[in-house]
């Protein structure tokens, strides 16, 4: 089975700092992503990589950025944490053309 | 217009009841497609994919209709544990995929 972690279920910071969500896959995928999912706007990609150290913006990327130092890991970090950044978080994984795969989520409040 | 479209339902339909959601997409060179089913305040999991013959999966029926852009989930004898968010997502390449917001099922006892 494929295993995709996040380090965090749940985590709370304050305005204006960094913060970093981990995760990892076992499944020597290509491809990880990290989304983010509000009520009523459904899943929507913050960025992808398809490779180590290969990164591409997806379609609300900003106020966020991502490392991928090793095929395993995918991290996402908020530069500058801000109340409109409160959200799930969701990573996933998989092989080029194949379903993605996702983690338990990470819900992740800034106060 | 959002790129995937779907009833937000909810569905509430009692046990056994056969139940059916369809899906439009816009861009006509999407090139996969999936269902994925979640529960509250979990993840998403795929619960299918969605080919164009169709596909069967026990009581799960997929259907694609290219030429008019929609998909269809058929779920017959509904039980309770099927109560959850169906996403319908479409693929632009091999890397993006695109959700849907998802149409919520109920099944009451």
């Known amino acids: 089975d494929v295993k995709v972690t996040q380090s965090s279920r749940y985590l709370v910071k304050r305005t204006g700092e960094k913060v970093f969500l981990e995760c990892v896959q076992d499944m020597d995928h290509e491809n990880m992503f990290w989304y983010r999912q509000d009520p009523g706007l459904g899943l929507r990609l913050i960025y992808f990589?398809?490779?180590?150290?290969?990164?591409e913006k997806g379609d609300i990327p900003e106020g966020y950025s991502v490392s991928r130092e090793k095929k395993e890991r995918f991290s996402l970090i908020l530069e500058s944490a801000s109340t409109n950044q409160t959200s799930m978080y969701l990573c996933?994984?998989?092989?080029?053309?194949?379903?993605?795969?996702f983690g338990d989520g990470t819900r992740l409040s800034i106060l | 217009r959002k790129e995937v479209e779907q009833d937000p339902g909810p569905f509430n339909v009692p046990e056994g009841a056969t139940v059916a959601f369809n899906c439009t997409y816009s861009?006509?060179?999407?090139?996969?497609f999936f269902w994925y089913r979640q529960d509250c305040r979990k993840e998403p999991k795929l619960l299918m994919s969605v080919y164009s013959s169709g596909n069967e999966d026990g009581r799960f029926t997929a259907q694609l209709n290219r030429a008019s852009q929609y998909i269809s989930l058929l779920i017959r004898d509904s039980k309770l544990s099927d109560s959850a968010t169906y996403l319908c997502?479409?693929?632009?390449?091999?890397?993006?995929?695109?959700f849907g917001s998802g149409t919520r099922l109920l099944v009451r006892p």
């Open positions: 997502v479409v693929s632009r390449s091999s890397y993006k995929l695109i």
């Open positions: 990589s398809y490779d180590v150290k290969m990164k």
């Open positions: 861009n006509s060179a999407s090139q996969s």
């Open positions: 996933a994984s998989s092989s080029p053309n194949q379903p993605q795969h």
